[in-house]
């Protein structure tokens, strides 16, 4: 196969976010449609650079990019599988990058998986989902999607203010727990915005 600019971007964006769906590649690499992603990959797997993966039921194919694809693209990192439990959480992730990146317009992330990368991979401390600048300001930004320990929770808003000009976090309407942490802690964190992830969702739907 010949490998063309747009495999670059693609293979950069699976390595920057661990897998991507094939909707997600649509819109990270801008194909035209969906069709013409489903040919590529197709092509991908054949020639070793991308394998697929069912993990959860009712969720697409996940595509991973392969450790033969690390060397020919000079990806940093790859990661060739993922943990069930983070399978929903990094598809919110992603999709959140994507609704910054579309509707405001952020050209400049930085994901977790960037951040453990520069550390070396340790397992202590705790990293934003991903952060960006807006402006001169940079933004911590968080999909919460489990309730955590309370104290777990107000310690990472507490890091993020220390750490970042603001801090994003993405919650469904149903959390409501989280939500109440999250609104009580505005009265001692000024730098803390919220977001349903129905919006991000909805929004990313019509891309």
Not at 33 to 56: N, P
Not at 69 to 82: E, G, Q, R
Not at 162 to 180: A, E, F, G
């Amino acid at each position: 196969m010949k490998i063309v600019s747009r495999d670059y971007v693609l293979m950069q964006q699976i390595s920057k976010w661990r897998f991507l769906l094939g909707r997600q590649i649509k819109i990270l690499a801008e194909f035209p449609s969906q069709r013409t992603v489903d040919r590529r990959i197709k092509i991908l797997k054949e020639a070793g650079y991308i394998k697929g993966a069912y993990k959860l039921y009712g969720v697409p194919a996940l595509y991973f990019a392969t450790n033969k694809a690390k060397n020919v693209f000079n990806l940093d990192f790859v990661t060739t599988d993922v943990k069930i439990a983070r399978i929903v959480h990094d598809i919110a992730v992603v999709d959140t990058a994507i609704y910054f990146m579309k509707k405001l317009k952020v050209v400049n992330i930085k994901s977790e998986r960037e951040f453990r990368h520069d550390s070396g991979f340790k397992r202590d401390g705790h990293y934003p989902d991903f952060i960006c600048n807006i402006g001169s300001a940079t933004y911590a930004v968080e999909i919460e999607m489990t309730v955590k320990n309370k104290n777990v929770l107000e310690n990472n808003i507490k890091k993020n203010y220390l750490s970042y000009d603001n801090q994003v976090w993405v919650v469904p309407k149903d959390k409501t727990k989280i939500w109440t942490v999250l609104e009580k802690s505005k009265s001692t964190y000024s730098n803390i915005f919220l977001i349903s992830l129905e919006e991000v969702s909805s929004y990313v739907k019509t891309l």
